[in-house]
């Protein structure tokens, strides 16, 4: 097989949305790009300096991900040098690690010609990643909801997602086995129950469209975000200001310490530029849902 170079991009996602634990996702429109060049051996070389850190050679997620499919199937792995540009902060609860297990996939599916069909993908990244949540987001693209039982995947895929997005992130990382670490073990039947109607209203209104009624559902969570929430200090502030200028509504991203916030296309400039002003410690994303999901394509140079 001739080798051609070419890249691959892959959205960011934020997780949970409140009471959707571990199984909503929303594709934003902040990306990792990954350019794939015939080396005599592997490794990784990123652009952005808060990446550094991240291993280079085979021990990258990257390749690990590349390594976990070609054993899955058979395949002779051959070797590349993965170039990373990424728009996607480190470490902030918007999916970097789904975004780079995405890519993987998709590399690894290019470079072996295994041609997999998307339902097997999303079931790789799932058993990758733990939970289905962000690495469908980030495969699909727009708003995922998901059931993973560790067997059986369902999704159902909302493409068209109405609503502009600000990401607050704060300067400092929070690492998911940290965040995980808050959270108990066992949740009273009553507070299950709440949450789950939540999640349940939530689900139904963004199907129709109706984020006014999702986002008051979404900060109606008591699955983790009563656990978490004492890690942002200005988390109820926070809050109140969204919703004094027009947000749908609130929820920590992911595993945090980002927090994500909905709001109508059109206000949220006027919302952004209060919150800048208010929590100057905060960085000030203003993005919205990616469409799309994970693309390969030829590279141009």
Same mark, same amino acid.
């Given at each position: 097989?001739?080798?051609?170079?070419?890249s691959v991009r892959v959205p960011a996602?934020?997780?949970?949305?409140?009471?959707?634990?571990?199984?909503?996702?929303?594709?934003?429109?902040?990306?990792?790009?990954?350019?794939?060049?015939?080396?005599?051996?592997?490794?990784?070389?990123?652009?952005?300096?808060?990446?550094?850190?991240?291993?280079?050679?085979?021990?990258?997620?990257?390749?690990?991900?590349?390594?976990?499919?070609?054993?899955?199937?058979?395949?002779?792995?051959?070797?590349?040098?993965?170039?990373?540009?990424?728009?996607?902060?480190?470490?902030?609860?918007?999916? #970097? &690690? =789904?975004? /780079?297990?995405?890519?993987?996939?998709?590399? *690894?599916?290019?470079?072996? %010609?295994?041609?997999?069909? @998307?339902?097997?993908?999303?079931?790789?990244?799932?058993?990758?990643?733990?939970?289905?949540?962000?690495?469908?987001?980030?495969?699909?693209?727009?708003?995922?909801?998901?059931?993973?039982?560790?067997?059986?995947?369902?999704?159902?895929?909302?493409?068209?997602?109405?609503?502009?997005?600000?990401?607050?992130?704060?300067?400092?990382?929070?690492?998911?086995?940290?965040?995980?670490?808050?959270?108990?073990?066992?949740?009273?039947?009553?507070?299950?129950?709440? #949450? &789950? =109607?939540? /999640?349940?209203?939530?689900?139904?209104?963004? *199907?129709?469209?109706?984020? %006014?009624?999702?986002?008051? @559902?979404?900060?109606?969570?008591?699955?983790?975000?009563?656990?978490?929430?004492?890690?942002?200090?200005?988390?109820?502030?926070?809050?109140k200001t969204c919703r004094k200028n027009?947000?749908?509504?609130?929820?920590?991203?992911?595993?945090?310490?980002?927090?994500?916030?909905?709001?109508?296309?059109?206000?949220?400039?006027?919302?952004?530029?209060?919150?800048?002003?208010?929590?100057?410690?905060?960085?000030?994303?203003?993005?919205?849902?990616?469409?799309?999901?994970v693309r390969s394509f030829e590279r141009?140079?």
């Open positions: 097989m001739s080798w051609k170079d070419f996602s934020t997780a949970n949305l409140g009471p959707g634990f571990d199984s909503i996702g929303l594709a934003l429109d902040l990306y990792l790009t990954v350019h794939i060049a015939k080396a005599g051996a592997w490794s990784v070389e990123y652009a952005s300096e808060s990446y550094q850190s991240l291993p280079k050679t085979v021990d990258n997620l990257l390749i690990t991900t590349i390594q976990f499919v070609a054993d899955r199937y058979g395949k002779k792995m051959p070797t590349a040098k993965l170039t990373v540009e990424t728009d996607i902060p480190l470490g902030r609860g918007l999916g #970097s &690690s =789904a975004s /780079a297990i995405a890519a993987g996939i998709e590399i *690894a599916d290019r470079l072996m %010609a295994l041609e997999l069909p @998307m339902q097997e993908k999303l079931v790789i990244g799932t058993e990758l990643e733990g939970h289905p949540d962000n690495i469908s987001a980030s495969l699909l693209g727009g708003l995922t909801i998901s059931y993973w039982d560790g067997k059986k995947l369902a999704i159902n895929h909302i493409a068209d997602v109405g609503i502009a997005v600000i990401i607050l992130v704060p300067p400092v990382e929070l690492l998911t086995a940290e965040s995980r670490g808050l959270l108990p073990q066992e949740l009273s039947y009553a507070a299950a129950i709440q #949450s &789950s =109607a939540a /999640a349940n209203v939530f689900s139904a209104a963004v *199907a129709v469209g109706d984020w %006014a009624t999702a986002g008051e @559902m979404m900060e109606n969570d008591q699955f983790h975000e009563p656990f978490r929430r004492s890690r942002f200090a200005d988390f109820s502030e926070i809050r027009g947000a749908y509504g609130t929820s920590i991203s992911g595993a945090g310490p980002s927090l994500f916030i909905a709001i109508e296309p059109g206000q949220e400039l006027q919302l952004a530029s209060a919150l800048k002003a208010q929590y100057p410690n905060y960085e000030c994303l203003v993005t919205k849902p990616a469409f799309t999901g141009v140079v």
